[in-house]
C-alpha cells in the first residue's frame, strides 16, 4: 500500500517549527500532539458509522457515531508515547497498548524489552504510533509482534518518515497502510533522517 501523506499548509507550518533546533521541550510537545491529532483524523476515514438515535433540543432524529472501542492504539515506546495525547483528544476512550523497543545503535537493529496489549486485540483495528520511522526496523518489528498475537488489521502513524523505512515497511508488511506527515530526504550514516528533526524521544522527554 502505498504511504497517505498529509498535504496541508497547517502541517507544513507546524513541522517547521518542530523540526527547528531551537524550539523547547513544552513547544515541542504540544506540535507533536497537535500533528498527531490530524494524524488520527486521516486514520479514521474509513472508520465505520453506526446509526444511533438521538435527540436534540428540537426533534429526534438519527445520526452517526463510531465505536471507539474498536480502536487500540500502540505507542512505541518511548518516542510514540509523546503521541497518547493528540489521540485520546480525538479518541478519549480508545485503548491503549505498548510496545518497548529500542535500537541497538551499532547494529541498528530493534531490540523488545516491553509488550502489554489490552484483551481482544486479535478484533481491534490496531494503530500503532510512532513519530520517526527512519530504517523501518522498530516499526517492522511492532508489526511482526502483533501480527503474531491475531490482530488482522494494522496501520502505522508516523510524524516524519524516511524513504528508505517507508521501502522497507512497505516491502515486509504490505497490508499495513502507513499515514505521515512527511517523508524526507534520506537517512545519514547513524540512521538519523535527513533533514528530520533529530532525535524525537530526546526532544520531547528532554534528555538531550
Ligand atoms: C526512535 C523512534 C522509533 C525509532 C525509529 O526511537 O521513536 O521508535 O527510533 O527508527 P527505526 O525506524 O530505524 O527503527 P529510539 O530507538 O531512538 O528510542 P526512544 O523512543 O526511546 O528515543
Ligand atoms: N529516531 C529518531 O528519533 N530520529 C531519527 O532521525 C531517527 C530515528
Known amino acids: 500500500m502505498e504511504p497517505i501523506k498529509l498535504n496541508h499548509p497547517l502541517i507544513e507550518h507546524k513541522l517547521s517549527i518542530l523540526r527547528d533546533k531551537n524550539t523547547g521541550t513544552k513547544e515541542f510537545r504540544e506540535l507533536i500532539s497537535e500533528i ?3 494524524l488520527c483524523y486521516e486514520a479514521m476515514k474509513d472508520a465505520k458509522l453506526t446509526e444511533v438515535e438521538i435527540e436534540t433540543p428540537i ?25 497518547i495525547d493528540g489521540i485520546v483528544t480525538m479518541i478519549p476512550n480508545a485503548k491503549i497498548g505498548h510496545i518497548g523497543l529500542y535500537r541497538n545503535e551499532e ?20 494503530i500503532i504510533i510512532d513519530p520517526m520511522l527512519a530504517t523501518g526496523g522498530s516499526g517492522i518489528d511492532a508489526i511482526t509482534l502483533l501480527k503474531e498475537d491475531g490482530v488482522k488489521n494494522i496501520k502505522f502513524l508516523s510524524i ?6 517507508l521501502k522497507k515497511m512497505q516491502e515486509v508488511h504490505p497490508d499495513v497502510q502507513i499515514y505521515c ?12 533522517i535527513v533533514p528530520g528533526l533529530g532525535d524525537a524521544g530526546d526532544r520531547i522527554f528532554g534528555t538531550v
Open 107 to 126: 547494529t541498528l537493529k530493534p531490540v523488545r524489552y516491553y509488550y502489554k496489549m489490552p484483551k481482544g486485540i486479535e478484533n481491534k483495528t490496531v
Open 36 to 38: 498527531t491529532l490530524f
Open 181 to 192: 506527515a512527511a517523508i524526507d530526504e534520506h537517512l545519514n550514516d547513524v540512521g538519523y
Open 160 to 165: 516524519i518518515a524516511a524513504p528508505e523505512g
Open 59 to 83: 426533534t429526534k432524529t438519527k445520526a452517526k457515531q463510531i465505536n471507539e472501542n474498536d480502536y487500540v492504539f500502540v505507542p512505541i515506546i518511548r518516542a510514540g508515547t509523546g503521541m
